[in-house]
């Protein structure tokens, strides 16, 4: 089946185009993710037998063989289940094999995955897996218009290609900016709770700041520096008093920087 495209409209009105992702490319970074947790499954095995095999006659009446086994029985439930939970919501949709395979999950609304879809859609992993090897999900994917399994659905997400930077041939005069001033991703420290709360609004704010910074008059671009910083610092935990303009407009770059994974991206 090929792989379609969407246009999601985002609450702001905003319409994006994503490539949705196909039976194919979501069952290679399901085999991926399962061949790590396959290792971890077995690795924890050969823990559980080394001890059970060191426990002496004594721990053993005391204690017998199902404690150990009955806690790596849950442990195992908990990493093969909370691996898919906790990578796709703290990794921007994404599980090892799926940024192997460049998919990522993401709601309906254009929007990052949330806590709560994230944990709905990986609970319904069960049903999707059943009767066996994932037969239900497969089905769902293959059939659906834009290939869901039951948990998707119920969750409100959609798995899609990941969108690249555009890559120039020559740096732009942001770029040079950067270079210039020495700046990184690494001057800005943001927690992934308070990146999740800025929205498309924050990215065109500081987006639109940065494609009009070499374009404006120094006056005018240090009041824009102090207005935009007004509004956006409180949202990010940063206090714009007593910081330089220079200081600022530091900030504000090293921001879009780390907002433009997220937001700035082409098929």
């Known amino acids: 089946m090929n792989e379609d495209q969407v246009d999601i409209k985002t609450p702001e009105f905003v319409s994006i185009q994503f490539q949705i992702a196909g039976l194919g490319s979501r069952s290679a970074a399901f085999i991926i993710d399962q061949m790590l947790l396959m290792v971890i499954n077995i690795l924890s095995l050969i ?18 063989n199902s404690l150990p086994i009955a806690i790596t029985i849950i442990a195992l439930f ?3 289940w909370g691996y898919f939970f906790v990578f796709e919501f703290f990794s921007g949709g994404r599980t090892l094999g799926k940024k192997f395979m460049g998919i990522r999950v993401i ?56 969108r690249k930077a555009k890559r120039k041939k020559k740096q732009s005069p942001f770029e040079n900016e950067i270079t210039n001033r020495g700046l990184s991703k690494d001057n800005l420290s943001i927690d992934e709770w ?74």
């Open 47 to 64: 823990v559980l037998f080394f001890v059970l095999d060191g426990m002496s006659e004594l721990e053993f009446i005391m204690v017998g």
């Open 78 to 80: 908990i990493v093969n």
């Open 107 to 162: 709601q309906e609304n254009g929007h990052s995955i949330t806590l709560l879809a994230s944990f709905i859609r990986n609970l319904i992993r069960i049903i999707d897996s059943l009767p066996t090897a994932y037969f239900l999900g497969i089905i769902m994917i293959f059939f659906h218009s834009k290939h869901k399994r039951l948990g998707d659905i119920v969750a409100g997400t959609i798995v899609v290609h990941e």
């Open 194 to 267: 308070t990146l999740k709360s800025l929205g498309i609004k924050e990215w065109k704010l500081v987006s639109t700041y940065v494609h009009r910074f070499h374009q404006l008059p120094l006056a005018e671009r240090n009041q824009l520096t102090i207005q935009i910083a007004e509004v956006l610092f409180p949202k990010i935990g940063l206090d714009h008093a007593g910081k330089t303009t220079s200081e600022l407009e530091n900030i504000l770059l090293v921001l879009y920087l780390i907002l433009r994974e997220e937001w700035e991206f082409e098929l």
